[in-house]
């Protein structure tokens, strides 16, 4: 067997640091602890199967490292789609994923009929930065929007 990687094979280091790391999962729980550490709070590592939550103001944002499809995935629930004026609602949800939600969206979960802030990246060269930008940014868009579309729809 070759040490030499394969050009396809995914790459688990950070670009500021240089730090490798063996698997996806253990990169992101390296950054769940630097992520804890800077925000003076404490944070569980991910489950066995890839999972934890972080608390963001009134959000929740579930962290998922989905190491079969080979993204992190951020999700972080808003409310439940509203019976009335659906029409008007998902409207609103597309004007805002075109620009306020920056690197995230909103997204609907069909089989539960709910809302949820959500932002999906390839797991490969993933550095801090862009962890700690998308769990500021699902966090800061949830814990913003959730009140707000609740009281509007």
Not at 9 to 24: E, I, K, L
Not at 31 to 49: I, K, M, P, V
């Amino acid at each position: 067997m070759s040490d030499v990687l394969s050009p396809n094979a995914p790459v688990y280091a950070d670009r500021s640091t240089g730090q490798v790391f063996p698997d996806a999962r253990t990169m992101v729980n390296a950054y769940l602890a630097q992520f804890a550490d800077r925000a003076g709070a404490t944070l569980d590592e991910l489950d066995d199967s890839g999972y934890t939550q972080v608390r963001k103001g009134s959000a929740s944002v579930g962290i998922n490292v989905l190491g079969d499809h080979g993204v992190l995935l951020l999700l972080a629930p808003v409310m439940s789609v509203p019976k009335a004026h659906k029409e008007r609602f998902y409207r609103r949800l597309l004007e805002l994923s075109f620009l306020t939600t920056a690197d995230a969206a909103f997204a609907i979960d069909a089989q539960k009929d709910e809302v949820y802030v959500r932002a999906l990246r390839r797991l490969s060269g993933l550095d801090y930065e862009e962890f700690e930008d998308l769990l500021e940014t699902v966090g800061k868009v949830a814990d913003e929007w959730d009140d707000v579309l609740r009281k509007e729809f």
